[in-house]
């Protein structure tokens, strides 16, 4: 059995909910999921660190911001600069989700912020892995996969409205993939890893 940490920020719930069915994916795949919540700038963040350190596979989650990670997830990257000078994560698996407003609203830089934090620690990126839509009316509904077409990560995108029902079914699914898809790398990786011992 491999172990997934999730760390991730949610200012408002949205995020939330795609953290919550990137475990789902973990469990699907019949792998151990740690949902890691970052509450706030002032925690104290070595317990997560720890919980990170034990795991095979982490999968970072922010929304986007200002067109970036958020500055609460910010401060916990940055918390993690203890464990860049121990090298504790070098050779994990890593992949990464972030949600925003617009459709674009520049949510691509926050996950290329969320590749570097990961090859800053040596991980090995798993990107999103899934086509984009066709761009017609019919196909790129709420019900798509990888809606807004993203590469690096899931790029969900959430209306003015409760994290009950906004991002759509098409984003939480799409979620709930990359955690099934990392899940089954983590697998894959550690097999390879004890064969190779
Ligand atoms: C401070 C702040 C900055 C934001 N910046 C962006 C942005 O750059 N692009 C965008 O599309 N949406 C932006 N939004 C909208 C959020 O990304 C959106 O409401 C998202 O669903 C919030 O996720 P959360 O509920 O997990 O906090 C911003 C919201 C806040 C509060």
Not at 52 to 72: L, Q
Not at 91 to 113: C, P, R
Not at 126 to 132: D, E, S, T, V, Y
Not at 136 to 163: C, H, I, K, M, Y
Request: cysteine-free; charged content about 15%.
């Amino acid at each position: 059995m491999t172990t997934v940490a999730i760390p991730y920020h949610s200012g408002y719930g949205h995020t939330e909910v795609l953290a919550q069915k990137v475990a789902e994916g973990v469990r699907d795949a019949g792998q151990t999921a740690v949902l890691l919540k970052i509450e706030s700038a002032s925690q104290d963040f070595a317990p997560f660190i720890e919980e990170i350190t034990k795991a095979d596979a982490v999968i970072f989650g922010a929304p986007t911001y200002m067109g970036d990670v958020s500055g609460v997830f910010k401060v916990f990257a940055d918390a993690t600069a203890g464990v860049f000078f121990s090298g504790a994560w070098k050779d994990k698996l890593a992949a990464g989700f972030t949600n925003s407003h617009s459709f674009a609203g520049d949510k691509g830089h926050a996950l290329a912020s969320l590749t570097i934090l990961a090859a800053q620690h040596g991980m090995n990126w798993i990107n999103l892995g899934l086509a984009p839509p066709n761009v017609t009316a019919a196909e790129r509904g709420p019900d798509a996969l990888n809606r807004v077409g993203s590469f690096l990560g899931v790029a969900a995108q959430s209306d003015n409205a409760s994290p009950e029902v906004t991002p759509p079914a098409g984003d939480r699914e799409t979620a709930r993939l990359l955690g099934e898809r990392v899940a089954k790398a983590a697998v894959r990786w550690a097999a390879g890893a004890s064969a190779a011992a």
